[in-house]
């Protein structure tokens, strides 16, 4: 398990040029597996195809606060 903080993640953001509008500390990038390693471990599973890199995401509003 690994601790972040929110300042930590804002850094890191910035350093990739990602603007932050709102998110808890549970979707920084190190909250998520590597890709990579993921699907390394299922090529007898699936075909990749192709790879998106997303330039927005919009999450439901939840009502939920920002951490």
Request: proline share 3%; aromatic share 2%.
């Amino acid at each position: 398990i690994q601790n972040i903080s929110r300042a930590e993640m804002k850094a890191i953001l910035k350093d990739h040029g990602v603007t932050l509008i709102g998110a808890g500390l549970d979707e920084a990038p190190m909250a998520y597996k590597d890709i990579h390693k993921v699907m390394a471990a299922q090529t007898d599973l699936v075909d990749v195809i192709a790879k998106f890199e997303p330039k927005m995401v919009r999450m439901a509003d939840d009502g939920s606060r920002e951490d």
